[in-house]
């Protein structure tokens, strides 16, 4: 079997072509970016206002956890019942499933950003609207990324159900193969799909360092953080306690 | 000026947070709103920037309703500092403090400019102003919430218990701090706090709240020590408050004595200048270092008696409180009294004190 398996990976016609590995993979990786980045516009903006205005909070909890429920396979069979085949069902499937932890992750983070910072920005004379993108955003990215990383995952794993409808992606290994009986295929397919969460995970972890704002945020170039190697101040209150540094 | 017209608020869900509240904070001073817990003292601030709109009544800034026009736009125009200081945790500290220049419309680089000037005025070294919230003492951050306030060059500030979180080392340097700012900037500050030491340390004049925000007392700090109107507000002034008071009386009559001084030479071993006696010790620039015991052993000074510090940090200074703190905790039984640049001036008798004492108190 694993004879089998290595033999199948190392076919120079795996590695080209319209049915190549690298063809399937940015299949798989399109459909993915296309359903994250229409649920992350649905779902994202939608969070930060519920969690601004704090209304409506117990709706987005079950809203959220009713779409979590849904069976993924029969979503998109219904879809295509509804709508034909196409791109169209497995996508809106996909962003069925790619909304509540984006949906979740902004609503908490902008809820749970620091009060006393919300106050004090509000009594210095911000607006509604630069409290929100100003301070609670910010506050909320951690959060955010999380629910977005999440989504993405989730998406990745599952987005093998368009083959069922035709298209492409690295379902194609593992319902090709399933129908041929070509173990071998089916395994090969299920671990790219495998590998490529662990590396999408990765990559997107690194992206989330680069974009959060504050201390934490990962810097190529620029000002180095000053605070490192900053003398004790002459102020004489206690040394600050330092964070360890990253 | 603020000024609290019969200010009420009640609450949508029927508690009363203010009756109704008349009050009025003078222009460049610092007022002074001191209660127990839900007595309505940071509600009653709040009204003034509207962060809590009253039910009844009026607050009055400058002459005019605040309840007029914008609320963000009032707020631009008021200082505001809260107890956990509220620092936005993403932006550097001194991004932080050019945040009202950059909502009034200065650009980045002059908010940044003005915040540099803020944050040094506040006693903030120049290498903070790079770090991050999180990365600063609590009382650091505390100035910073300080600075913040004060960069917007409103006239008017409201502080919400912004020392409480803060250790009391700390906050005695925060209050100095404080009082030395508003020597230089002569601000309108409306000041809520519950701690009755901190309010008569700080506030020119002060108003004591009961629970429901009525008005107990407003006074200046010394008639609260030496007059308190009823039970509520001389228990909440507390239990020392005739020695406290002490510290609002001057010292201007106080007598010093004479002590038996000689120069403190290391490794002297030569004993007292007058057998039997006390003496002082004074070091090269003529300031007490320690006394010499009739033993001829060292003994700690005890705490001096200053006579006419300008500085705020010695708060006692040229008081009876100072005076007769000197005499009581000196091991000779006699205080010793320093002139401003901490030279020996002389020393300080308890009777002496006790006898100007009893010809101030008020009977």
Known sequence: ?246 | MIEFRDVGKRFADGTVGLESLSLTAREGEITVLVGPSGCGKTTSLRTVNRMVEPTSGAVLLAGRDVAQGDPAELRRGIGYVIQQAGLFPHRRVIDNVATVPVLQGLSRREARARAAEVLERVGLDDALAQRWPAQLSGGQQQRVGVARALAGDAPVLLMDEPFSAVDPVVRVELQDELLRLQADLGKTILFVTHDIDEAIRLGDRVAVLRVGGRLAQFAPPDELLAQPVDDFVSGFVGRDRGYRRLGFLPATALRLVDLPTRADANGDTAGPAVPGEWTVLLDGSERPAAWLGPDGARHDLGSVYVTDGDDAAADAAGTLRGALDAALSSPAGRGVAVDGAGRYRGGVDTDDVLALLDRSAPR
């Not at chain 1, 590695?15 to 229409?38: D, F, K, M, N, Q």
């Open chain 1, 1 to 246: 079997m694993l004879g089998r398996l290595v033999e199948w990976f190392s076919a120079p016609a795996q590695w080209s072509g319209s049915a190549g590995i690298p063809t399937r993979v940015l299949e798989h990786l399109g459909y993915t970016l296309l359903a994250v980045a229409i649920a992350a516009v649905i779902a994202l903006p939608l969070g930060a206002v519920i969690g601004h205005t704090r209304r409506g909070g117990l709706a987005v909890v079950g809203v959220a956890n009713g779409l979590r429920a849904l069976p993924e396979l029969g979503v998109l069979v219904l879809f295509v019942l509804l709508l034909g085949l196409g791109l169209l069902p497995p996508t809106l499937a996909l962003v069925l499933l790619a909304i509540p932890p984006m949906l979740a992750g902004a609503y908490s983070g902008v809820a749970g950003a620091d009060p006393g910072a919300v106050d004090a920005a509000r009594g210095m004379g911000m607006r509604e609207s630069q409290i929100l993108l100003q301070v609670e955003v910010p506050a909320a990215v951690p959060l955010v990324l999380g629910g977005v990383r999440f989504a993405t995952l989730q998406v990745v794993a599952t987005a093998t159900i368009a083959a069922y409808v035709g298209l492409g992606g690295l379902g194609r290994y593992i319902i090709d193969g399933f129908s041929v009986r070509d173990f071998p295929q089916m395994l090969g397919g299920a671990l790219i799909v495998a590998v490529l969460s662990i590396v999408v995970e990765l990559v997107l972890q690194l992206l989330g360092r680069f974009v959060t704002p504050g201390p934490d945020r990962l810097r190529l170039r620029g000002r180095p953080d000053r605070h490192a190697a900053a003398a004790p101040s002459s102020v004489p209150t206690p040394p600050s306690p330092e964070r360890p540094d990253r």
